[in-house]
């Protein structure tokens, strides 16, 4: 799959693509990565890329006419220019979740649009993008902080980027929190006292390991993320030990 990126700041990227157990995807190529330097498209003698919004207000937004000719550089080198996602990173835009990253890496990449100042011209939204995309409630000073989590969340989910089982325990694989996680020493000397590793850690009984670990899956849920449970009930994650498990907690 390949990832497209406008941006302005694309030394902002090297460090990830180079560094952590996801430069795996980058480097086999994976996931392939191309910069675009958004300046590169500005027609100006100063590489300009915004001016002051129509209306007044503060701040300054994108001109469309250097992302449309981004836009068209990046599709001439695409087989898949009529169908890719183009996804600009936004408040307004729906929620960043697992559901949507895993359709992400099934499928073959996307043109990711990072903007900054006060926002783009809507023009260039309207007729060019096809996703909007957040991180969640507050505001960021541009995209690329965004599209960083986007690649990192896709190429965890590569083949040969985490030994087989582990983003399959991770959290919201199955639509639940992840429990705790415990390793050496077994007990762990702290200013309020000795702290030990719950003893069915170190049981050797996996079936008990694994009924302790979806019981702190779902009082973690319950307690943080009830929306979580609604939705597993929802679709029938939820079996009758779950369900008596939580009744017993009252939750």
Not at 1 to 15: G, K, N, Q, W
Not at 211 to 216: A, D, E, K, S, Y
Request: with cysteine.
């Amino acid at each position: 799959m390949r990832f497209d990126i406008v941006t302005l700041f694309p030394e902002l990227f090297d460090a990830h693509l180079k560094h952590g157990v996801t430069r795996r995807a980058f480097e086999s190529g994976l996931v392939q990565v191309q910069l675009w330097p958004l300046r590169d498209f500005a027609d100006d003698a100063y590489r300009r890329v915004d001016d002051r919004p129509y209306g007044g207000g503060p701040g300054m937004v994108m001109l469309a006419e250097p992302l449309q000719l981004a836009l068209a550089a990046v599709r001439a080198q695409r087989s898949d220019a009529a169908t890719v996602p183009v996804v600009h990173f936004s408040p307004s835009g729906r929620r960043l979740d697992q559901a949507m990253v895993n359709d992400f890496a099934s499928g073959g990449g996307a043109v990711l649009l990072c903007g900054r100042y006060e926002g783009v011209d809507q023009r260039l939204i309207d007729q060019h993008v096809t996703h909007e995309i957040s991180l969640g409630d507050f505001v960021l000073s541009g995209g690329e902080l965004p599209a960083l989590a986007l690649l990192d969340a896709v190429a965890r989910l590569m083949p040969g980027v985490l030994s087989a089982p582990s983003h399959q325990q991770d959290s919201f694989s199955d639509g639940l929190l992840e429990g705790p996680q415990y390793s050496r020493p077994e007990a762990l000397d702290t200013p309020s006292g000795t702290l030990a590793v719950p003893a069915v850690l170190l049981s050797g009984h996996h079936a008990e390991v694994a009924r302790w670990r979806r019981q702190q899956s779902l009082a973690l849920t319950a307690r943080r993320r009830p929306d979580l449970i609604d939705a597993a009930r929802a679709v029938g994650r939820l079996d009758s030990e779950d369900e008596r498990f939580l009744k017993a907690l009252g939750l």
